[in-house]
Nanobody, 126 residues
Framework: QVQLAESGGGLVQAGGSLRLSCAVS???????MGWFRQAPGKEREFVAA????????SYADTARGRFTISRDNAKSTLSLQMNSLKPEDTAVYYC????????????????????WGQGTQVTVSS
């Protein structure tokens, strides 16, 4: 059974950094994994993804250059390093995993993701 659990959210000032972690079950790391976020009153949106095979990366334009997604198979952890945070980054952040395994695709569409964590709140003050 695929299980995901995010941690690392919190309150930070604009310009600061946070590192989000997602603890994953052992059968998850062959899947593409991603980070999504949902701000109050807005649709959930893609942030970053890493493919199950080859470690290919995808980033939303809003994240590219500031955020870095990575995975540590030995520690069964997916991470999102977020630097130069802005108030508009305030949202609940979710990690997700696809049903498909061993894919080269770093999917950006949330419809491709089957498994989701409960989310962690990130608040960036101005």
């Amino acid at each position: 059974q695929v299980q995901l659990a995010e941690s690392g959210g919190g309150l930070v000032q604009a310009g600061g950094s946070l590192r989000l972690s997602c603890a994953v079950s052992r059968d998850t790391f062959s899947r593409t994994m991603g980070w999504f976020r949902q701000a109050p009153g807005k649709e959930r949106e893609f942030v970053a993804a890493i493919s199950g095979r080859g470690g290919r990366l995808s980033y939303a334009d809003t994240a590219r250059g500031r955020f870095t997604i990575s995975r540590d198979n030995a520690k069964s952890t997916l991470s999102l390093q977020m630097n130069s945070l802005k108030p508009e980054d305030t949202a609940v952040y979710y990690c997700a995993a696809t049903l498909a395994e061993n894919s080269w695709n770093a999917y950006v569409d949330q419809k491709d993701y089957r498994y989701w964590g409960q989310g962690t709140q990130v608040t960036v003050s101005s």
